[in-house]
């Protein structure tokens, strides 16, 4: 079914964007500052950052998606207020190959389980295979990330490599999941 | 203390940036090899452009999360490869990748001990806790060569190459510290 | 995941070149304070040529070097700073040096509650084996308070610093990973489910 008409980039509450300068390097600042939800979005150390950091960061960013075009970045805002509550991105895109990397991250506790990242999920992957037209995307969590875990594997996310103890963390080492779906898959649940 | 950079059948050296240039602007003309290798687009490169990749390099300086070392052999100094090591510093481990540019070297063992010597350098000079590689499934000599050496296959990553209008998976392996400590101590028995 | 910036009295926090230049500044007009965490006399900096040096430390983001500003839990003061740097990834080993450039927070504790925080910091997110630190003879606060944590002393360089007309030695102090993973640290603050 060829449908244009519905939105790519909103969802039911919540919608895709690109960086707002101004508005959006503090409450990013702020997310940098609760190592629990770094420590799940990020492999390397947790560092707390400010705004203005973030602001750098941004330029550097977006700098470095000009250049390397392959590498898709989207925050995700709440329709009702504008409210910036997470970011989604396609990266390390391979175009030859037709294969991506998709990261999501809902930065305040407060905006968890409460159904946003099934939402931004669900979009980002149209995103990547509707539009970037790719083979298949990839995902990476490690064994300790639950959340992740779970909502990838609602959406047929195939659990395909264990990077055995390839992360430490705590004082022991952990496995690391890279997780994959092809297009096809995606394509033949989107029907179900 | 052991000699770190000397095998069986090869040895690790450093070649001048002229030097490494003019091989890898030889050896990557062989499509076979790059795509075995490689899964990037295969592309052809000056000898002008990679030297000044490898000056680049050089001007940098040190760093610690990346080592690179030319490979000859030592039975009569062919310069026939290289071998590359990626390090995550936070979380000891490393990525390998090797290539040996000189067809008439596969398949004789030169790859095996190319990487039993990185092995040694990755667990004992380096101290690290987990080497890991990735390789094309239509590469089965080059798993067949790491399986000796140690490495288990952790998994594949389905259908995310694609050459010759065929899609292909990529392959995942991993050899942790103890695994290669056991290994070694085997050996002596 | 635990949480590993904060602690009982404090929390670690964005070292950001424009706030911390100019508590440097400040902080460094105190010479009882800045005598303790110099070896030798330097000209006074102004706040802009202080964040010249840490604008460029801090966007290089190197896996090698962390800074911290430290905030107060209970009124989110900022009261002092917090550098690790790795001196080598073989040895796995990296210095700490800190600073409560507020004054009215020292001898209460804070001092211990920062190096609690920055062991756990150390031990367990850049999974160092061991830290170090060096602290001048004249300083028994602080080097109570750093044996209090579990650093013991490891050396002296003799007679290396040279202040009111006698000479000090600077003490090399370090702990292990094993060490301070013994030592049974909670993490205070955070909901430890272990």
């Not at chain 1, 391979?94 to 999920?121: P, S, V």
Request: glycine residues 8%.
């Amino acid at each position: 079914m060829f449908d244009i008409q519905t939105q790519l980039f909103e969802g039911q509450e919540i919608c895709f964007g690109p960086i707002d300068h101004e508005k959006d390097p503090e409450v990013e600042a702020r997310w940098t500052h609760d190592s629990e939800f770094m420590r799940l979005m990020e492999t390397n150390p947790a560092r707390p950052m400010s705004a203005a950091m973030l602001k750098k960061q941004y330029e550097k960013l977006e700098k470095q998606i000009e250049e390397d075009k392959n590498h898709y970045h989207f925050m995700i805002r709440l329709k009702a207020d504008e409210r910036l509550i997470g970011k989604a991105a396609v990266q390390r895109i391979e175009w030859a190959n037709g294969n991506g990397f998709i990261r999501i991250g809902i930065g305040a506790a407060e905006d968890r389980r409460k159904g946003y990242g099934t939402q931004a999920l669900r979009m980002l992957l149209r995103f990547a295979f509707a539009e970037l037209n790719l083979f298949r995307v990839t995902a990476v969590a490690p064994e300790y990330n639950e959340g992740a875990i779970v909502l990838l594997q609602k959406f047929g996310f195939v659990q395909e490599v264990c990077r055995r103890k390839a992360l430490e963390r705590d004082g022991r080492r952990w496995d690391l999941y890279v997780f994959g779906l092809l297009n096809d898959e995606w394509r033949n649940q989107a029907k179900a | 203390m052991k000699d770190l950079f000397r095998g069986e059948l090869v040895r690790f050296t450093f070649e001048e940036p002229d030097v490494r240039a003019k091989a890898e602007a030889r050896w990557q003309r062989d499509s076979e090899f790059v795509r075995l290798a490689d899964s990037d687009p295969t592309q052809l490169s000056s000898e002008k452009k990679i030297k000044e990749w490898f000056d680049k390099q050089a001007e940098s300086g040190p760093q610690p999360e990346r080592y690179s070392f030319s490979v000859r052999t030592l039975a009569d100094d062919r310069y026939i490869g290289f071998l590359g090591l990626w390090v995550d510093l936070i979380h000891s481990e490393a990525w390998v990748g090797l290539g040996i540019g000189e067809r008439e070297f596969w398949s004789k063992g030169y790859g095996s001990d190319m990487m039993k010597l990185c092995l040694q350098y990755v667990f004992t000079e380096l101290g690290l806790e987990r080497l890991s590689l990735g390789l094309h499934e239509y590469n089965p000599r080059a798993l067949r060569s790491y399986e000796k050496c140690g490495f288990r296959l952790e998994g594949r990553t389905r259908q995310d190459a694609m050459r010759e209008g065929k899609r292909t998976d990529t392959l995942w392996m991993g050899i942790l510290r103890e695994e290669w400590l056991q290994m070694q101590n085997g050996d002596q028995k | 995941m635990k949480d590993i910036f904060t602690g009982k009295f404090v929390r670690l926090s964005a070292f950001d070149p424009e706030e911390m230049s100019k508590a440097f500044a400040r902080w460094n007009l105190n010479s009882e304070y800045f005598r303790l965490l110099n070896s030798s006399a330097r000209p006074m900096k102004s706040a802009k040529s202080n964040i010249k040096w840490m604008e460029e430390e801090v966007a290089e983001m190197s896996l090698a070097s962390y800074y911290f500003s430290i905030r107060t839990l209970a009124e989110d003061k900022l009261i002092g700073e917090l550098g690790l740097d790795v001196v080598d990834w073989a040895g796995r080993d990296a210095f700490v040096g800190l600073g409560i450039g507020e004054t009215e927070y020292w001898s209460k504790g804070y001092g211990t509650d920062i190096m609690n925080v920055l062991l756990r910091y150390a031990f367990t997110e850049i999974n160092l084996k061991r830290v170090t630190l060096t602290v001048f003879e004249y300083n028994p606060r602080a080097i109570r308070s750093y044996e209090k944590v579990g650093f013991r002393q490891e050396g002296r360089r003799r007679h290396a610093l040279n202040r009111e007309g006698q000479r000090w030695d600077e003490l090399y102090m370090g702990i292990l990973r094993e060490e301070w993973m013994e030592l049974d640290h909670q993490a205070p603050g955070a909901g430890d489910g272990g």
